[in-house]
């Protein structure tokens, strides 16, 4: 597909300029604190992931940013805005994508399109030729008078998009936006977000796909309203584990496993791995040898034991893991 995703947004500041810049940004609900003290800075043309179990307050934190839920605490700039005083103002400057879609299942996709439209002020000429490239991007065309309600998820999901752009932001809010949709679809959907970036424009997204969380340029692993890594997914693989992967096969069940391995000083945790298990060991020369040797001593019967290529799902295991004990 070859679409200007942004044909006519224009964009003065270099590509270093930081678009979002918070400290100790912090959000309560009653004595519940959603999000708790973070900070982080994003850059023009970034796609930054967030990561993170349900709860653990990264739509939170997307509210607070795209200026709908003033924070409790901190201080912070989005787009030149500070959040504490200029909440309001942020607003037009932003496009918001929810993992609902955000659209009207009872309207059409011209009327939605419409609604959007109205609501982000986009003037009715402009509005014409804005509607016009949603459902070109959105593969459309001549369906302008289809309900939305009998879309597919993957159409659906590509005019939601359309509909958050219509007013042509800086920056783009993804709310877990491929959740429910076939693998295909999201692949798509990835191949507009990544033109999308190519163009300056700025994409903030959640998700729980690791294939996903793979392509963004820099990614934070939230856990209880805190940031607890962040990096890019080559640097996380590289050092968020604190330690060497090892993968070995074993007959016992992960509770015997953990049993015979928990108190061990040379191993710093033990995960299952589908059939098979991962353990982290410091780091060290010959890993495979010492989990071999640690194995037989506690009288546990292992095979197939070799150094694990480390990925974003190991990395978030254990570094969620070792916060939540």
Known sequence: M??????????????????IDV????????????????????????VFGFLGANGAGKS?????????????SGQGHVLGYDIMRDLEKVKPHVGYMSQKFSLYPDLTVGENLDFFGGIYGVPARRLAERKRWAIEMSGLAGQEKRLTSNLSGGLKQRLALGAALLHEPEM??????????APAARRLFWDLIRTLSSQGITVFVTTHYMDEVEQCDRIALMSRGKIVALDTPANLKRDAMGGV??????????????AALGNESGILDVQPFGAAFHALLPHQENPDAALAEIC????????????????????????????ER
């Open 2 to 19: 070859s679409v200007n995703l942004m044909q006519s947004t224009a964009i003065a500041a270099n590509d270093s300029e930081h678009v």
């Open 23 to 46: 400290q100790n940004l912090t959000r309560v609900f009653g004595s519940f604190r959603a999000v708790d003290g973070i900070s982080f800075h994003v850059m023009r043309g970034e």
């Open 60 to 72: 939170t934190t997307i509210r607070i940013l795209c200026g709908l839920l003033a924070p409790s």
């Open 172 to 181: 783009i809010f993804l709310d877990e936006p491929t959740a429910g949709v």
């Open 245 to 258: 992967l090892v993968h070995f096969s074993c007959s016992s069940s992960i509770m015997d496993v953990r």
């Open 296 to 323: 037989e001593k506690s009288g546990l019967t292992v095979t197939d034991i070799h150094r694990a290529v480390v990925t974003l799902e190991d990395v978030f295991i254990t570094v969620i893991g070792r916060v």
